[in-house]
């Protein structure tokens, strides 16, 4: 039934945060009463959800919910004076909620009040559900995912005058899909000024609208590329040096819509965790790094990347740029391997979940 509630609470991905995704079952004589996820910002939490599904009362009934239910007045009252005004007899959880507005103080009242509660019921599958959320909690950035793909020779990008693309057709798709559920896209100004690209979510359903992010120590982006172009239709942050920021070139980004940070610079570059505190006061919970090489290198030394996809395609790149030394470089904690299309998709884990 964790399980069953762990799957609900993955529907909301791309439209809950900055909240966590849950999911939630009303268990009574062994059936299942009601369920429900928590399906947007702002709306009803999974225990609310669930309770007002059940065709008959849920007194005496078991609730299974992936995250400890809330017990402070937010956008919505708090769920566990909901599940004890329902009469639930017991409460089983995935794992305790990092907010420190909540952080246990649930699990007590609800056996305060005569509610049987068990913790840690599928405890890794609710921590990996959890850790966009726990990432902001505990560490203060947001959570990030790295994407690249590379040819069989190791290299991320073709010869001048070919096909950008090395990965499939299946594959860009997927990257598309994951586009189009993050806060944020982030890039590097070699990237905007080689490539030119959007980035944005196509052809999938959009289920939040991605800030475009880049990094640009000199402030080289041109005026006429299609990010600058496009402020208009999804955010534009460009991320450069404090002198650069208040500079000519600035001001003139800044009255086309593109909107200019300054931070710290440091050797290789600008400081990526001033970025990430930046980008996790904005509110956002999940960032996804494309590139190119330069800012998967910085990202990846200094220990940023929680989550990595590496697409291998069955071709020969051709140019200068390995990226061999990026699965060098780290000991991942879980290794997923799929097939996309003709390509070999690879999911890595590079940090633990936040233990709650």
Known sequence: MMGRAIRLARRGAGRVEPNPMVGCVVVGDGKVMGEGFHKRYGGS??????????????RGATVYVSLEPCCHHGKTPPCVDALIEAGVSRVVVGVLDPNPLVAGRSVRKLRRSGVKVEVGVEKQAALELLAPFSTVQTVG???????????????LVTPVGESPWISCERSRKFVHRLRARVDAILVGSETVRTDDPQLTARGVAIRRVATRVVLDTR?????????????????????????????????????????????????????????????????????????????????????????????????????????????????????????????????????????V
């Open 45 to 58: 939490h999974a225990e609310i959800v669930a309770l007002r599904s059940c065709q008959v009362s849920p």
């Open 141 to 155: 950035r947001p959570f990030v995912i790295a994407k690249w793909a590379e040819g069989l020779d190791g290299k």
């Open 219 to 355: 402030l080289r982006i041109s005026p006429k590329s299609r990010l600058v172009k496009t402020a208009s239709d999804a955010p534009v942050v460009v991320f450069t040096t404090t002198s650069r920021a208040v500079s000519s070139k600035g001001k003139t980004l800044l009255g086309k819509g593109v909107e200019i940070v300054g931070v710290a610079e440091r050797k290789r570059g600008l400081c990526l965790m001033a970025v990430m505190r930046d980008l996790a006061g904005r509110g956002m919970t999940n960032v996804l790094v494309e590139g190119g090489p330069k800012v998967l290198d910085s990202f990846l030394r200094k220990k940023l990347v929680d989550e990595a996809f590496k697409f291998v395609a069955p071709t020969l790149a051709g140019d200068s740029i390995r990226g061999g030394w990026i699965s060098a470089n780290f000991k991942p904690l879980c290794v997923e391997v799929a097939r996309s299309g003709v390509d070999l998709r690879y999911r890595w884990r590079l940090t633990p979940s936040q233990v």
